[in-house]
Nanobody
C-alpha cells in the first residue's frame, strides 16, 4: 500500500513563498502521474498543477507563472514551489500520486492535506 504525506504548509503574508513537499512511501515501481490539488472553504477541490512521469507539466490558470511543480523520482517526492502568494491561494493542499506498486499493480494515493493560509 502506498501512502503519501504532505508537509510545508503554513501561514504567510501576501507576496511571500512556500514550498510544499509530498513524500510517497511503500512499494513503488514507478510514479506515472503526480499532482497538487486544493480546496478552499465552501469550494470544490480544484487542480493546481500536475506532472507526468515523463516530466510534462500542467498548471491551473490562476497559478501559472507563480507555482512550479517538480519531482524527485529517487526520493518518490513531489514538490510545489509557490511564489507571489495571494489570499485567494488560501486552501488545504492535497497531493495525489499515481503509479505502479507491488506486483506492478496500479495505485492512486492521496495525502491528508496541508493548510496554506495567506494573509493580506
Amino acid at each position: 500500500q502506498v501512502q503519501t504525506v504532505e508537509t510545508g504548509g503554513g501561514l504567510v503574508q501576501a507576496g511571500e513563498s512556500l514550498r510544499l513537499s509530498c513524500a510517497a512511501s511503500g512499494t513503488i515501481f514507478s510514479m506515472t502521474a503526480m499532482g497538487w490539488y486544493r480546496q478552499a472553504p465552501g469550494k470544490q477541490r480544484e487542480l493546481v498543477a500536475t506532472m507526468s512521469g515523463t516530466g510534462s507539466t500542467h498548471y491551473a490558470g490562476s497559478v501559472k507563472g507563480r507555482f512550479i511543480i517538480s519531482g524527485d523520482n529517487a526520493k518518490n517526492t513531489v514538490y510545489l514551489q509557490m511564489n507571489s502568494l495571494k489570499p485567494d491561494d488560501t486552501a488545504v493542499y492535497y497531493c495525489n500520486v499515481q503509479g505502479l506498486g507491488m506486483g506492478l499493480n496500479p495505485f492512486d494515493s492521496w495525502g491528508q492535506g496541508t493548510q496554506v493560509t495567506v494573509s493580506s
